[in-house]
């Protein structure tokens, strides 16, 4: 079992930027998977990125790609999504997930999951 520990949420301005973090902890991070979701009040989970075991494979939502970036460091435990050209519509609590089989867009493929950080960006 691995445990999430999202952070560097916050309230921005839009145009602004803002890097979460994802500390693991548990079994061997490098054997996961890692993906960001994220929900908005009244909407569903959706997909915002994922990242494969080795770094080597990512995907991202059309509505970040250009904007958004995630990386992972095996070294520390720790994922990251960066957010550059923040919109409204982006504000949502974000998560990150990990799964042990999976890299892609689908959250019920994820087997753990984080508490959440908030994002909120004003206009």
């Known amino acids: 079992q691995v445990q999430l520990v999202e952070s560097g949420g916050g309230l921005v301005q839009a145009g602004a930027s803002l890097r979460l973090s994802c500390a693991a902890s548990?079994?061997?991070?490098?054997?996961?998977?890692m993906g960001w979701f994220r929900q908005a009040p009244g909407k569903e989970r959706e997909f915002v990125a994922a990242i494969s075991w080795s770094g080597g494979n990512t995907y991202y939502a059309d509505s970040v790609t250009g904007r958004f970036t995630i990386s992972r460091d095996n070294a520390k435990n720790t994922v990251y999504l960066q957010m550059n050209s923040l919109k409204p519509e982006d504000t949502a609590v974000y998560y990150c997930?990990?799964?042990?089989?999976?890299?892609?867009?689908?959250?019920?493929?994820?087997?753990?999951w984080g508490q959440g950080t908030q994002v909120t960006v004003s206009s």
């Open positions: 997930a990990a799964s042990t089989y999976y890299t892609g867009t689908y959250y019920r493929a994820y087997e753990y």
């Open positions: 548990g079994r061997t991070f490098s054997n996961y998977a």
